[in-house]
């Protein structure tokens, strides 16, 4: 089974930092990757697919990169409601999918 | 607009059952997989099962294969997963989301609580 991993898995970061999250995945995704940004109480709400891919509607200070097993998704310019939590997550068989642990991006 | 409702959740007992449903609108469901997601108190999210868009194929994550099934309704334009068996680590929060080939769950519900208490 693919296993992923994410580092850090909490960032403290000022409004106006360049944050970088790393995904690590156990064998190769090629580029079926996903991130995901969530607010508590809310479900995770797409930001990025096929590894660099964003997603309609979605702010351009969110980048995404990689392929194979290591990925980055980069904000930017960190604004106020980026504060969350980010997880990544594979998708390159139907029959298994899998989220990272997440990282959370807090108020420094 | 895309819109998947769950509804069936709620306080069951150690080893009993529950079905959840989630009704969709807003986009041609007998042509998409769907997937349901389940998130603890405090964890990531976690995988559950995927279902084809005939309801052929499925798939299921280790920990619920036996327990749980999903199954769809295109006529109704329905999902549902039947759990069984259930368990203190079976609860979580229950999402069902539409799945696209290029980017995975695309379209999330806001999530239906299930909770396993005696």
């Known amino acids: 089974d693919v296993q992923m991993t994410q580092s850090p898995s909490t960032l403290s970061a000022s409004v106006g930092d360049r944050v970088t999250i790393t995904c690590r995945a156990s064998q190769s995704v090629n580029s079926w990757l996903s991130w995901y940004q969530q607010k508590p109480g809310k479900p995770p709400k797409l930001l990025i697919y096929?590894?660099?891919t964003l997603e309609s509607g979605v702010p351009s200070r969110f980048s995404g990169s990689g392929s194979g097993t290591e990925f980055t998704l980069t904000i930017g310019c960190l604004q106020p409601d980026d504060f969350a939590t980010y997880y990544c997550q594979q998708y390159n068989s139907y029959s298994l999918f899998t989220f990272g642990p997440g990282t959370k991006v807090e108020i420094k | 607009e895309v819109q998947l409702v769950e509804s069936g959740g709620g306080l069951v007992q150690p080893g009993g059952s529950l079905r959840l449903s989630c009704a969709a609108t807003?986009?041609?469901?007998?042509?998409?997989?769907m997937t349901w997601v389940r998130q603890a108190p405090g964890k990531g999210p976690e995988w559950v099962a995927n279902?084809?868009?005939?309801?052929?194929?499925?798939y299921y994550v280790d920990s619920v294969k036996g327990r749980f099934t999903i199954s769809r309704d295109n006529a109704n334009n329905s999902l549902y997963l039947q759990m069984k068996y259930l368990g203190a680590d079976d609860t979580a929060v229950y999402y069902c989301a539409r799945v696209v080939p290029e980017a995975g769950p695309d379209c999330w519900g806001q999530g239906i609580p299930v909770t396993v208490s005696s």
């Open positions: 279902i084809k868009p005939d309801g052929s194929d499925k």
């Open positions: 096929k590894a660099s």
């Open positions: 807003g986009f041609t469901f007998n042509t998409y997989w």
